[in-house]
Structures are given as structure tokens and as C-alpha cells.
């Protein structure tokens, strides 16, 4: 067999139905269409979502509402407590150690230092943001809080 003797099987193509072309044919006066009514103009029906009448389903549903700020920044919050339980004196933590030490899931993220607890010994903490109350805290221990 080669691909120009290739057939479909008989009746398995079925030339279209062409409506309107006069009573002779079988789909003649009103084509299918029934009388009058919406369906029966040219454009008519009614839209995808229309639900004869009933409240639509999507107008019962709650709608977004306000807007998605596109620009928004989200930092990942670390308080202090958690930093000194993990960490010796002199020691450098950066967002690389705490992703180490599983206080932040990805690299890609920013990271907040918040001021809950206390730190007693001195390490140098390099993160995006500080809050004012963990940066005191930190530089009290005589740690240093450097902004990346």
C-alpha cells in the first residue's frame, strides 16, 4: 500500500448539510431554525453564561475586590530568639547560614530581622531588613547589623 492509494471507509465522510437552499432539499422555509423567536434571527441566541433568567452562577459567587500591589516586597521574619539559640559568639550569619540552619525555605527570598527575644553574644548579622528594636539589640551584644 502507499500513501496516495490511502481511502477513508465508506461513510466515514458525510458532505454537509447545506440549509436554506429551497424545499427540495429537505432543509428548506426555515432552515432548521424553527419559527420566529430569538434563535431563528441572524446573531440571535442568547450568551454563553445566560441561565434563562435564574441569578447566573457567576454573579452568586463573591468577586475579587481592590488590587494586587505588583511591586510589593515580602521578607521573611527571623526574630532574635531564634538567632541566639543557633549561634555562637563572633559567628556571621547571612541569609546563605540561615538557609542552612532551615530558618528560610529559598535563597531568593528577603529577609526581616524582628527584635522578639534576647541576644547575648555578639555576631554579625547581614540580612535585607532590621526592624529598630533588633538592631539595638544586636549592637548592645556588640554585634554589628549590616544591610545587604
Do not use: C, W
Amino acid at each position: 500500500m502507499r500513501l496516495d492509494q490511502l481511502r477513508s471507509p465508506t461513510g466515514a465522510r458525510r458532505l454537509r448539510k447545506r440549509v436554506g437552499r429551497g424545499n427540495a432539499s429537505g432543509q428548506g422555509t426555515y432552515a432548521g431554525r424553527g419559527m420566529k423567536g430569538m434563535k431563528a434571527r441572524s446573531g440571535g441566541g442568547v450568551r454563553p453564561s445566560f441561565e434563562g433568567g435564574q441569578n447566573p452562577l457567576v454573579k452568586s459567587l463573591p468577586t475579587l475586590r481592590g488590587f494586587t500591589n505588583i511591586f510589593r516586597e515580602q521578607f521573611v521574619a527571623v526574630n532574635l530568639d531564634s538567632l541566639a539559640s543557633r549561634f555562637s559568639s563572633g559567628s556571621e550569619v547571612d541569609p546563605g547560614v540561615l538557609k542552612a540552619v532551615r530558618l528560610v525555605n529559598g535563597l531568593g527570598v528577603k529577609i526581616k530581622i524582628l527584635g522578639r527575644g534576647d541576644l547575648q553574644v555578639p555576631i554579625t548579622v547581614k540580612a535585607h531588613r532590621f526592624s529598630d528594636q533588633a538592631r539595638d539589640k544586636i549592637e548592645k551584644a556588640g554585634g554589628k547589623a549590616v544591610e545587604l
